[in-house]
């Protein structure tokens, strides 16, 4: 890390929107080769942070240097001509082109009969190459891709367009260890090429692993540039939220045993189902008050055996009892009837609906389970919303605002208002957690304890397996669409151990082990 | 130009601006303007001594515009839901013919009247069901679907009239398409009748919310726990009914059913006056109202049309004119430029108000 010119220098940036002051006199530095992590919670102003560097939004007040020159950025092109290029937090690529196609996308080289695709691919194949992903076929379609590699595409595609500056906004969100170490390499690699790379991550382990340097934000002010080594993670937390958090201690603990034995007759009673390539078969069992984790790596059937669940996909095989009576759930809305919830992982694409409001999308399930015959009285409706709105702590707590304009964690927070309305028994959630900030983590975590305390039943999702073990009583292990093993929790279970579950399960296949790009089937 | 005056008039008028039909509205009275130009007395209505009904252009454009109105709400429900109803012209064909066919072997009773409207609206939710089938259960493209209907519907009705463009009197029914109630046109007042029960069973119940939502994010919606089946079966069979009531209301005024010209390309001005109203063809939000006005503005294009003489050979494209027009007027793109010219006001973003 060489104390060289800043690459970009942001002074005293300010951005208001009708309402609200999103940014107010944010100082931030990039400098070439360092890996620089924005830290601050949902809400912090490190989204809008990176749209005014990216051109989206137009500071109103503040200077933007670029290689020590003033610069303004008045849209994305603008940006792009000064070399900043941006990996978004879900990726933005065409998934019916072939992989060589995306990364010189824009870039493609031209012959005299137009482009030319052999030299395309042969160009994106020495991208790969440089970044270590020289394994992957140019020729390959992108969606055979697991979204992780999707994602390390996008960043190669950067590399294509001579980026001096490289914007990661949350790329670990959907990732498992091995992808994340995946990632990190080309981060590496990339840095080491003088690329300054500008990265935004929840997860503080990843944080540590990576960043030369850390600018918080709290509140749309700025808190402070530090080096990393020289800010451990509790007052990196404290300066993030603004106070010492007591409840940030039990996020540290270990497993917050709930010594719950569930010996009663399970609500939930799956027997041999299975989809094919999505689940083979399997028994499940889940009870009133219990929380049941799914462990497992991305790809290993989590979310699969959650929508067979909730009817989302279709059971092929074996049969459900449901309270002690066989049913056929074979959609959402029945599930739905027999109060089953389901939030799906994909929060942008499955669960909000982007255009309609906080309101709408809170009311949806409730109403979607009345049918539309029946509306929600008015009366009803405000108080529903209202209440969830304050009881999960949504900020805005404005009813009427687009939910797309909310940031992730009060979309999720909306999300889970959604299930939580129509008073399921069985909640299915998946990734609640995945892309918010520590502050809204927690509060999830707790609502979802709270929620077992009341007697629903919890399936817990989540591709951090300390989280996974730190919430659930009963742990099911998953491991390529198959249930490798069911363990209840105590204190000799931990993350570690899950993964060794998970590691020595098979070990005869080894050379499945080592392949470590994972594709999802 | 015309948005200078708009601070002036006060409120409402600037939050009718802001509507996307409000250059619908423009456009109606451009084209009424128009006319004027060309005869000072346009407008003019009168009250005729013998009837004591209303006469005049205006209530000509309002009698036109009944049958485009149904159309146009029916359609705008299936935009809304990411869809497209190609079928609603040749859909009102065959209630045409049913009903014509029906009457020309019946009575000329009130009952008989009342039994070929049954009959036609019967047919022709039998229409929308299938169409509902291919979409919703099959799963093929709306497109394809209706496309397969609007064909067949035209064949149906040349097989139910024989071929003949069937003739029928019966006066209760003539009355549907001809009569007045107050002076004012009965066909007028059904189709606002049966938009204003549409609009408001839509925006009381649940339905506009539903529709809403599997037209903006179809995967969401059903994972929220959507029936999206029932719903496009709901909004299908809907957009049928209506057809078949303009149908009634297209064949009722010359007591003839015509197999090659009752309700020929009608789909398309509906589409049209769909789009106008800021409906759009992406799905999500919908607006009634705004097709409605789109559906007056069909309407009085095509008497402007008929009333300066343009040549009947030149008509599509002067319409095609005018809508291009009007559709620039309303992009996005279009009114950025303007407001750009107009404004000095500092810059605000216009989308994702918070931050993240």
């Known amino acids: 890390m060489t104390e060289s010119l800043p690459i970009v220098e942001m002074s005293d940036i300010s951005i208001s929107f009708p309402g609200v002051k999103a940014l107010d006199g944010v100082n931030f530095r990039l400098f070439p080769g360092e890996v620089h992590t924005l830290m601050g919670e949902n809400g912090a102003g490190k989204s809008t942070l990176i749209k005014a560097l990216t051109g989206v939004y137009r500071i109103d007040a503040g200077e933007i240097f670029v290689s020590g020159a003033p610069t303004r950025l008045n849209g994305t092109s603008d940006a792009q001509d000064a070399g900043i290029s941006t990996v978004y937090q879900e990726v933005n690529l065409c998934s019916n082109l072939t992989i060589g196609e995306n990364v010189m996308l824009g870039h493609e080289v031209r012959g005299p009969l137009g482009i030319n695709w052999r030299a395309t691919h042969r160009a994106a194949s020495e991208v790969l190459e440089k970044l270590g992903l ?61 690329v300054a790379i500008l990265f935004v991550s929840h997860f503080l382990d990843q944080v540590y692993a990576i960043s030369d340097r850390l600018t918080v934000l709290r509140n749309g002010r700025f808190e402070g540039e530090y080096l990393t080594p020289e800010l451990d993670r509790s007052s990196l937390i404290s300066k993030m939220i603004g106070k010492d958090l007591v409840v940030l201690e039990s996020l540290d603990s270990e497993n917050a045993v709930r010594d719950h034995r569930h010996t009663d007759a399970p609500i939930y009673r799956a027997t041999g189902i299975s989809r094919r390539g999505a689940i083979e078969q399997l028994d499940l069992d889940l009870h009133r008050g219990e929380i049941v984790g799914f462990a497992g790596l991305l790809g290993s059937g989590r979310t699969e055996l959650a929508r067979l669940i909730y009817g989302a996909d279709r059971i092929e095989t074996g049969s459900v009892e449901l309270r002690g009576k066989r049913v056929d759930i074979n959609s959402p809305a029945s599930a739905l009837s027999q109060r089953i919830a389901f939030s799906s992982e994909n929060r942008r694409d499955e669960g909000i609906i982007r255009d309609l409001s906080v309101r709408e999308n809170l009311i949806l399930g409730v109403q979607a389970k009345r049918g539309w015959a029946r509306p929600i009285p008015r009366k009803e409706k405000d108080a529903l919303v209202s209440r969830y709105l304050v009881d999960l702590n949504v900020r805005p707590a404005d009813p009427d605002r687009a939910i797309k304009n909310l940031s992730g964690g009060n979309q999720q927070k909306v999300l889970l208002g959604r299930w939580l309305a129509t008073k399921p028994e069985i909640l299915i959630l998946d990734e609640p957690t995945r892309g918010i900030d520590v502050g809204a983590k927690a509060e999830i975590q707790e609502r979802v304890i709270a929620l077992a305390d009341e007697g629903v039943s919890i399936v817990f999702i989540s591709s951090e397996l300390e989280e996974v073990v730190r919430l659930s009583d009963r742990i099911v292990v998953l491991k390529d669409h198959r249930k490798i093993a069911e363990v209840a929790n105590g204190p000799s279970v931990t993350a570690d151990s899950i993964i060794t579950t998970i590691a020595e399960e098979g070990m005869t296949d080894t050379s499945a082990a080592d392949d470590d790009v994972k594709e999802i089937a | 130009m015309m948005s200078d005056t708009t601070p002036s008039i006060g409120r409402w008028f600037a939050e009718l601006a802001r509507r996307q039909y409000f250059w619908g509205i423009v456009a109606i009275v451009v084209l009424l303007l128009i006319n004027v130009l060309k005869d000072p007395t346009y407008l003019s209505i009168s009250v005729s001594p013998t009837t004591g009904n209303l006469v005049g252009n205006l209530i000509d454009i309002l009698r036109a515009a009944a049958p485009i109105m149904l159309i146009a709400v029916g359609m705008c429900l299936v935009v809304a839901t990411g869809g497209i109803d190609l079928s609603v012209g040749s859909v009102m064909v065959v209630s045409g013919a049913v009903s014509m066919e029906f009457l020309h072997s019946a009575s000329g009773s009130v009952g008989d009247a009342f039994l070929a409207f049954g009959l036609a609206v019967l047919i022709s939710a039998v229409l929308g069901t299938v169409n509902g089938v291919l979409v919703a259960v099959v799963g093929l493209q709306p497109f394809i679907s209706t496309l397969f209907i609007m ?69 969401a919606a059903r994972l929220a726990g959507v029936n999206r089946r029932g719903l496009l079966f709901t909004v299908y069979i809907f957009s049928a009914v209506l057809a078949g009531i303009a149908g009634v209301f297209g064949t009722a005024s010359v007591m003839t059913v015509d197999v090659s010209r009752t309700g020929y390309q009608l789909e398309l001005d509906a589409i049209l006056a769909v789009v106008i109203g800021g409906t759009s063809l992406a799905g999500g939000k919908f607006n009634i109202t705004g097709a409605v006005v789109g559906a007056l503005l069909i309407a009085t294009l095509d008497k402007t049309v008929v009333f300066l003489g343009v040549s009947s050979s030149a008509t599509p494209a002067f319409k095609a004119i005018v809508i291009v027009v009007l ?3 309303q992009s996005e793109r279009v009114r950025q430029v303007f407001r750009q010219r107009r404004a000095s006001r500092p810059h605000t973003p216009q989308k994702e108000v918070i931050p993240a």
């Open chain 1, 134 to 194: 020289g394994r992957l076929n140019p020729r390959a379609p992108l969606s055979s891709l697991s979204l992780a590699l999707q994602q390390l595409v996008a960043i190669s595609r950067s590399m294509v367009s001579r980026s001096k500056v490289l914007i990661l906004d949350e790329p670990t969100s959907s990732l498992d260890a091995n992808e994340v170490e995946q990632l990190f390499t080309v981060m590496r690699r990339l840095r080491d090429q003088d």
């Open chain 2, 151 to 219: 064909l067949a519907g035209r064949g149906l009705a040349k097989v139910i009239t024989g071929g003949q463009n069937t003739a029928a009197t019966n006066d209760s029914f003539r009355w549907l398409a001809n009569g007045y109630v107050f002076g004012i046109p009965v066909v007028f007042i059904l189709a606002l009748l049966v938009v204003i029960a549409v609009g408001v069973l839509v925006r009381r119940s649940a339905l506009g919310l539903m529709i809403e939502a599997i037209g903006m994010d179809p995967k």
């Open chain 2, 327 to 329: 559709c620039l007027l």
